[in-house]
């Protein structure tokens, strides 16, 4: 069976369509995690074991974040990872002055990855938003419930009500500036 040039490029660029949609959905939304993940899926993803499992919430304590120890929490609507935060909170050990320098450093990374945000105080507290395609960042520094803290939130912008999630919502072509791991 002899194939035509036609037929050849037609393979070839069907082929490149495939390998591209492949590695598109191999790109993570969050750390090493896509949004859809289940949390079985998200568990596998972490190298460390989670210190609290509950059905629509994986924490970790202790997960090393520039050169800090910070928890990281991962939200699910029934099986599906919609959200996930790194927090700092003051404690005994930590002051104010060290949430305040966290959050600092941590709003410096994300310009370097994502630009420069947009910026609102609202009462004590300071919120900076990044949008890609996929995902809304926030960055939350300000004195809260229990005294200071600093947020990076990453909220799913691809998870639809009653939408499949698992990975295969279209994707946008989206490069950050740099790459800045873990942010």
Same mark, same amino acid.
């Given at each position: 069976?002899?194939?035509?040039?036609?037929?050849?490029?037609?393979?070839?660029?069907?082929?490149?369509?495939?390998?591209? !949609?492949?590695?598109?959905?191999?790109?993570?939304?969050?750390?090493?995690?896509?949004?859809?993940?289940?949390?079985?899926?998200?568990?596998?993803?972490?190298?460390?074991? /989670?210190?609290?499992?509950?059905?629509?919430?994986?924490?970790?304590?202790?997960? /090393?974040?520039?050169?800090?120890?910070?928890?990281?929490?991962?939200?699910?609507?029934?099986?599906?990872?919609?959200?996930?935060?790194?927090?700092?909170?003051?404690?005994?050990?930590?002051?104010?002055?060290?949430?305040?320098?966290?959050?600092?450093?941590?709003?410096?990374?994300?310009?370097?990855?994502?630009?420069?945000?947009?910026?609102?105080?609202?009462?004590?507290?300071?919120?900076? !938003?990044? !949008?890609? /395609?996929?995902?809304? !960042?926030?960055?939350?520094?300000?004195?809260?419930?229990?005294?200071?803290?600093?947020?990076?939130?990453?909220?799913?912008?691809?998870?639809?009500?009653?939408?499949?999630?698992?990975?295969?919502?279209?994707?946008?072509?989206?490069?950050?500036?740099?790459?800045?791991?873990?942010?």
């Amino acid at each position: 069976m002899k194939f035509s040039l036609f037929d050849r490029i037609l393979w070839i660029v069907l082929l490149s369509f495939t390998v591209g !949609i492949l590695r598109a959905q191999e790109t993570a939304d969050f750390r090493k995690v896509r949004w859809g993940f289940n949390p079985k899926q998200v568990r596998e993803a972490e190298t460390v074991k /989670p210190s609290s499992v509950k059905r629509e919430k994986l924490v970790y304590t202790g997960v /090393p974040l520039a050169e800090r120890s910070v928890g990281l929490e991962y939200n699910f609507n029934s099986d599906s990872l919609l959200s996930a935060s790194y927090y700092y909170y003051t404690t005994a050990s930590v002051t104010k002055d060290d949430v305040m320098a966290t959050a600092a450093d941590f709003e410096t990374r994300l310009k370097e990855k994502y630009g420069p945000g947009k910026a609102s105080l609202l009462g004590d507290v300071r919120n900076t !938003i990044w !949008i890609t /395609p996929r995902t809304q !960042i926030n960055l939350s520094v300000g004195n809260v419930d229990r005294g200071w803290s600093v947020e990076v939130q990453y909220l799913c912008r691809v998870c639809a009500p009653g939408q499949k999630r698992n990975g295969s919502a279209k994707q946008e072509t989206f490069k950050p500036r740099n790459d800045v791991p873990d942010f």
